[in-house]
Structure formats: C-alpha cells, structure tokens
C-alpha cells in the first residue's frame, strides 16, 4: 500500500476543521472510556488499522482493560463486560457508522434517551461522526500506522 500525500501538507485547513471537531470533543460531557469505546468501535468496522493502533493504545493509557478491547468486537455477546449506557453508545456507534444500512434507528434513539440527554446525544453522535471522518482519511491517503497524521 502507497502513501498518497499528508494532509497536512495538502489541505492544511480541512486538517484545522478536523482538530476543531476534535477540541469540541475534548470538552463534551462524556469520560474518554466512552470516547475511546467509540473510536475504536467505529475504526474496526471501517477496517483501519492505524486508528484501532492509535485508539487502543489510548485506550490502555487510560486505564481500559485488554479484555474489553479484545471483546468489543462482540460487545454483545460480552454480557457483563460493558455497562448498559456503553451498549447504547456502541449500537450508536454501528448504526451511523453502518449509516447505509438503515441509520440511526429510532429503538436505539429510543433507548438512548432512557441514558443520555439530548445535548449528549449530540456529543456522541459527533464523536461517531469525527472518528468516521478520520478513519476515510487515513484509509484514502494510505497513512501508515506509526506516522503522525498532524
């Protein structure tokens, strides 16, 4: 696989737009367990290893546990190993990451409401929406794993 070209160097401000959603994120209301669940999630079903190398070890640093990682890709059959707000935020995270699939669908908007405010909701959304846009990236321009995006 070839590298194609660095952002950075190519499109300097769709770079900045991309650490803005990221900035926004840092101070939305949910824990980086939650955020890093997400980004994980969402880069293994996009199939991109660089951001599931990235986020797990992110992850890990944050106090996540080797056996939730290994088993996110299962969360469902994992009974409990993630809590009933996590599932919620993983089925989110499948549905908008799957978005040609069906979407979002109104049962999981449903039951995300018995967790999460609206205003949460939101945040979580963008953090689905965010990592989606980081893994096209990466997996369009070939970045390798190891190199620094920014």
Known sequence: MQKRFNIKEVAPNALKAMIGLETYLSKASMSKTTKE???IRA????????C???????????GETNQRIFLLNAWREA???????????LAITEEITLIHQK????????????????AQIADIITAIITINLWN???LSTHLPIGQSLA
Do not use: M, P, W
């Open 37 to 39: 669940l997400i980004k």
């Open 43 to 50: 880069s293994q079903i996009n199939g991109c290893a660089y």
């Open 52 to 62: 599931i190398n990235v986020h797990t070890q992110d992850a890990i640093k944050n």
């Open 79 to 89: 009974e409990g190993i993630f809590t009933d707000e996590e599932k919620i935020v």
């Open 103 to 118: 979407g979002l669908s109104d049962e999981t908007y449903s039951n995300a409401l018995q967790f999460f405010s609206e």
């Open 136 to 138: 096209r990236v990466v």
